[in-house]
């Protein structure tokens, strides 16, 4: 897979643990940093697809860098940490994770967390696309029914007709309806 990876944790010894079961799952796990501070910087140089952090590291935090991130950029976010407390799992996502995995962990619970966090980022691109595009149409909507509006006051006609009309020109200068509605609103100065 081609996801930019990286691994933040104050210990050599569990980021070269994660970066084992990434690669072994075809992760590309290329960054890695030692506390919170330099997660930022790799990550504002590199903007990885997915981060697994530490919460407890020197110079700056998990929680507190994952906020950073979320900032500017829309990361998966993985969190670490050798103790579970509630309202760690409630600050972490406060903090924008996607997920909160404790040590020792498995490789199955990590990547079950990784794969969860990688497909709810990928539906909620999907929803942002679909509204997106409902944004788009009901714009295209509202231009076309202000220039049938303009047709049929203009030249005391009804909607069908007006609609009828704007679509026949649209055909005949083989334009996209809305841009004969919007042309239409301009000649009519509406």
């Not at 010894?13 to 910087?41: F, Q, S």
């Not at 490789?107 to 969860?116: D, H, K, M, P």
């Amino acid at each position: 897979m081609s996801i930019a990876v990286m691994i933040v944790d104050d210990e050599p010894i569990t980021r070269m643990d994660v970066k084992e079961i990434l690669l072994k799952a075809g992760y590309e796990a290329k960054l890695e940093a030692g506390n919170g501070e330099a997660a930022v910087k790799l990550a504002y140089e590199f903007r990885p697809e997915l981060v697994i952090m530490d919460v407890h590291m020197p110079k700056l935090d998990g929680l507190k860098a994952a906020s950073q991130l979320r900032k500017w950029y829309d990361p998966v976010i993985i969190l670490l940490t050798s103790h579970y407390r509630r309202e760690w799992s409630e600050c972490a996502a406060q903090a924008g994770a996607s997920g909160y995995v404790t040590k020792p962990f498995t490789e199955g619970g990590l990547l079950t967390a990784v794969e969860i966090g990688l497909e709810q980022r990928r539906r909620l691109r999907k929803l942002e696309a679909d509204v997106r595009r409902l944004k788009d149409k009901m714009e295209e909507r509202r231009v076309v029914d202000k220039a049938k509006v303009l047709l049929m006051n203009r030249w005391g006609i009804g909607e069908e007709e007006a609609y009828a009309t704007l679509r026949s020109r649209s055909m005949r200068e083989r334009a996209a309806l809305v841009k004969t509605a919007e042309a239409v609103i301009r000649e009519f100065g509406g």
